[in-house]
């Protein structure tokens, strides 16, 4: 941590240097003020960030999306990746939770596009340096809109065939805001408000618990265990020591908590010294109540996280320039119990709510051997706190050498990113007692479960890696009359180096300290004739260390072409159509984030021992031994994908603009097992091999409208909509009974399960349809009538067997991920007044009520209100929930189509209206603008689902926030 303060320090120094310098600085015309809806930005002008560098819009025969800092500034989140729902055609944001400096979003560019534990996961670059990591180690995630100039998906292989065998997930591209020219400009915005859940579970109390449950003993012909008297004494709430009816998630959650924010940027320069500053402090509580107020060995949940950013470009000379970037972040926060909710919320989410009170007559904890008490566990078993900081830093040196030739250039660069994160544990244990009443109506309590202990304490190393790149260019640009011809090439070395537990990687079971090391070299050439005819070639030559050296290296060629056909004549004077362009692509790119079941060793390559033994003598006396682990595979390659792309950009009626994609992916080289080609009679643990193919296939859309901005009253609307359908084409399998069974041919994710064709009757058992006493197979449970019925298919040729078990399992439902997403920015400036909003839907998707949430009393859990639906005989025919048991049932809780429901939605994320303060009144107190806002995220779901958000069911809750702003321009 010292030289994080000392980097502070000396970031301090510089601000104070740099603002004596700005006040000698030239005055330049002013950047874009954002007061409220964002300024109009065309699709098709100005310049585009591409892989290593810009080009101009209407250049671009790629397929790229791009979204700027600008807009994504209207939106509270706790990491970046939360605020693009809905915002880039292509790219689909899935909620991964909400748990501050925990959870992060999961992100795919146009799908998912490979299978076996392979990633598909897209490759993130910040300021053109590679900046991978995992969860909130992710570089990315950290970011703040407002250090963000703009972020571009990179979609097909023409525009990722530079990174070569990193670039078949696609790729994310951040450019952070650099200084211009011009005075000093200062930009203050704070946020202040508070979170809540937007869904919690809902749980019956302790009355509707005790009648359902005495229900689920009778239906399994065992005793009741609630009298008449217990029942009346939890609905009147009599007595509750002994009959306690505890809502768990009131006495741990509180209805809201605050959060607030606020940043600093600081703007300018002069031809030499141009310069952009940022300071971000964010700050969230948890949901958790202020346990750490109740005692002294507990501690409040909290959340806190600063950034930093100084973006220098120094002309050196007249022919030598400097960029050089340092930013950062540091993220603290603090937990009762764990460094995490996870437990906690699980614990919740199992308790009933009368298994004991929260504290018992004599002030201990109530509690059992076989619950907990999340009260106790919040107040007396510590604290844990959890630091982390991360460093991006980067330096580079660009020598214009026109005295070769013109528009030739040469550029060297560095890069040091690196991640450390640190925990510190406090903790200890409690004792927990149960109740009894006595003959004579005394409490009786039990031996206490769990001892008091003293708080005991470690510091431990969580995570840590260290990125170093280095990259070399050649560039080249040059207009020859009707001639436009751009080229690149680039030379890049990184290398990763994990500590401690980090994760491998390509190989999350593995933890090695090696290096991960990456040589490549790309080209590009780009030629454009008489600004009609676009031609660009692409080229990636990457090499990895995980792979055996006659393997290592590899080719990744792409090309596209582009025709702007508003510039032919036969258009040029059209009314209509302002701008249009016809483009298409093809490539091959990989991806050698490769994790596959099978694979023993991060070096698939190298053979591998691991114990083994042998038994002798009519003992059976175990001897030790060595044995080959899976044999090595020297052909262990990274995965390839073959990509084609289909596009039309189109501007018309002066305020319409759209984009539209076709692609097509084939991949190929999956690693998959080999139980389809060599036989597991050899013996031998078998290697997996490239065998595995997928297609994906579908369309993106983008289309806007910018009204007049030359009216009081402007107007803009921005859609797009993404739609893709993967498959399995090839999957080396065993032969299956069930030939549904076998993933080729499904869709990627495709869910397998029992098909739920009802429920049995009372005349299924009389008529012996089943065995009354058991169905044969892996389901062993006693069927009666109000079970699931499960659909026989597990015979040869899909015929009845009379057995239900694994062989009877299909496809059913949907995957997780979406087929068709889409979003809606849209939002209206009327004078002073500012209004943007921004919805995101999804569909085509399925999610799975499982869990004590949603299965009545299984693992002796809670009872939700969807079992109010139970089969009775008198509601036979009407029921939407299998009858009631006691028992961990092993017919009705199989994983199959009953349980999954459609986890389509339409959500509002954000909102946020403003006002600006008229200019004569901010002119009198000497500030160029000051804007006043109020801004909402999550605040509304439209979706299919009764019983919870179709984004979490379980575990921490999606946040809805609330914020009053104040943004401040000097």
């Not at 950290?142 to 997930?169: C, F």
């Not at 460094?339 to 009933?352: D, H």
């Not at 590899?554 to 483009?583: C, M, Y």
């Not at 009666?784 to 899909?798: L, N, S, T």
């Amino acid at each position: 941590m010292k030289s994080i303060y000392k980097t502070s320090v000396q970031l301090i120094v510089l601000f104070i240097l740099l603002l004596a310098q700005a006040s000698f600085a030239q005055t330049a015309e002013s950047d874009t003020i954002n007061l409220g809806t964002a300024p109009v930005t065309s699709l098709f002008s100005g310049q585009r960030n591409i892989a290593f560098g810009t080009q101009p819009a209407q250049h671009v025969s790629t397929a790229i999306s791009t979204v700027y800092g600008r807009d994504l500034e209207k939106n509270f989140n706790l990491n970046l990746g939360n605020t693009l729902y809905g915002r880039l055609s292509g790219l689909v944001v899935t909620q991964g939770g909400s748990e501050p400096g925990v959870a992060t979003p999961g992100m795919l560019i146009r799908g998912i596009n490979t299978f076996g534990g392979a990633s598909n996961a897209p490759l993130y670059i910040i300021d053109g340096f590679i900046s991978n990591g995992t969860g909130p180690a992710n570089a990315f995630m950290q970011l703040t809109p407002e250090e963000i100039e703009s972020i571009s998906v990179l979609k097909d292989a023409a525009a990722t065939a530079l990174y070569g065998a990193r670039a078949a997930n696609g790729v994310v591209l951040v450019t952070t805001k650099a200084g211009k020219e011009g005075q000093l400009k200062v930009s203050f915005t704070t946020r202040q408000g508070f979170n809540q859940a937007q869904a919690l579970p809902q749980f019956l109390n302790a009355y509707d618990y005790s009648v359902l449950y005495n229900e689920a003993l009778n239906n399994d012909g065992l005793p009741i265990r609630y009298t008449d008297a217990d029942l009346e004494a939890y609905k009147d709430g009599s007595d509750p020591v002994f009959h306690p009816d505890v809502d768990w998630y009131d006495q741990v959650l509180r209805p809201a908590s605050y959060a607030s924010s606020y940043n600093l940027n600081f703007g300018g320069g002069d031809k030499f010294v141009r310069y952009f500053v940022s300071l971000n402090a964010l700050s969230s509580q948890g949901l958790f109540k202020k346990f750490g107020d109740l005692s002294d060995e507990s501690i409040d949940s909290k959340y806190a996280k600063y950034n930093f950013r100084s973006n220098l470009d120094i002309s050196l000379s007249r022919r030598l320039s400097a960029e050089f970037r340092i930013a950062g972040s540091i993220e603290a926060s603090s937990n009762p119990n764990n460094y995490t909710t996870g437990s906690t919320f699980s614990l919740l989410q199992s308790l009933p709510p009368n298994a004991f009170p929260v504290y018992n007559p004599n002030g201990s904890y109530g509690g059992n051997a076989l619950y907990a008490n999340p009260v106790g566990n919040l107040i007396s078993t510590g604290f844990y706190n959890n630091n982390s900081r991360t460093i991006l830093s980067s330096l580079k040196f660009t020598e214009q050498l026109d005295m070769i030739t013109k528009g030739l250039s040469v550029s060297a660069a560095v890069s040091i990113n690196n991640y450390f994160e640190q925990g510190s544990r406090k903790s200890k244990q409690y004792p927990r007692y149960s109740l009894a009443r006595g003959v004579t109506g005394d409490t009786i309590y039990s031996p206490p479960v769990g001892q008091l202990t003293s708080l005991s304490g470690a510091e431990e190393t969580l995570d840590q890696y260290r990125n170093f790149i280095v990259q070399a260019f050649l560039n080249y640009q040059r207009t020859f009359g009707k001639h436009d011809i751009s080229a690149m090439v680039m030379m890049n070395n990184d290398n990763v180096t994990l500590f401690g537990p980090a994760s491998d990687p390509s190989n999350p079971t593995a933890n090695s300290t090696d290096p991960y090391k990456h040589n490549s070299a790309a080209g590009r050439l780009t030629y454009v004739l008489n600004e009609k005819y676009i031609a660009e070639f692409s080229l990636g030559y990457m090499g990895s260390e995980i792979f055996a050296p006659e393997k290592r290296y590899g080719f990744f060629p792409a090309g596209s072409v582009g025709w702007i056909l508003s510039n032919e004549g036969f258009l040029k004077q059209s009314q209509a159509i302002n701008f249009l362009k016809l483009r298409a692509s093809y490539g091959l790119v990989g991806n050698d984030i490769i994790a596959s079941q099978g694979l023993s060793t991060r070096y698939a390559y190298t053979p591998t021992f691991g114990g083994g033994g042998y038994f002798f003598g009519t003992g059976n006396t175990g001897v030790g031994g060595f044995a080959e682990n899976a044999i090595a595979n020297n052909n262990v390659t990274w995965e390839k994908e073959k990509s084609l792309n289909v596009g039309l950009d189109i501007a018309f009626f002066k305020h319409f603009e759209a984009s539209f994609d076709y692609f097509n992916r084939d991949r190929y080289d999956i690693l998959v097992g080999s139980n389809s080609t060599i036989p597991l009679y050899l013996g031998v643990i078998t290697p997996t091999l490239n065998q595995g193919k997928t297609n994906n296939n579908g369309f993106d859309f983008a289309l806007r409208y910018n009204s007049d901005t030359k009216k009081t009253l402007q107007f803009f609307a921005a859609a797009n909509v993404f739609y893709a359908t993967s498959k399995i084409v090839f999957n080396a399998e065993a032969i299956q009974l069930n030939p549904l069974l076998l993933s080729t041919g499904n869709k990627i994710g495709q869910p397998l399960g029992l098909k739920a064709i009802g429920f049995y009757s009372a005349d299924d058992i009389a008529q012996r349809s089943i065995d009354p006493k058991s169905v044969p197979g892996v389901l062993t449970e006693v069927i009666r009538a109000g079970d699931i019925k499960y659909q026989d298919i597990g015979g040869p040729e899909g015929k009845p067997d009379g057995i239900i078990d694994g062989n009877d399992r299909m496809p059913i439902g949907n995957p997780s991920q979406p087929a068709l997403s889409g979003g809606l920015h849209t939002g209206l400036r009327y004078k002073g007044f500012d209004l943007d909003l921004v919805f995101q839907g999804v569909t085509g998707n399925t999610v799975y009520l499982g869990g004590n949430t949603f299965h009545a009393f299984q693992s002796n859990g809670q009872v939700a209100p969807i079992a109010f639906g139970r089969w009775t005989p008198q509601t036979a025919e009407s029921a939407t929930y299998p009858r009631l048991s006691s028992r961990d049932n092993l017919n009705n809780y199989q994983f199959s189509s009953f349980w999954q429901r459609d986890g389509s939605f339409i959500k509002l994320r954000s909102a946020e209206i403003g006002y600006s303060l008229p200019a004569q009144l901010t002119d009198k107190v000497r500030i160029s603008s000051a804007r006043i806002f109020i801004n909402g995220t999550n605040l509304f779901s439209w979706d299919n689902l009764e019983d919870g958000d179709p984004e979490s069911l379980t575990g921490y809750p999606v946040m809805r926030t609330l914020t009053l702003g104040l943004n401040i321009q000097l």
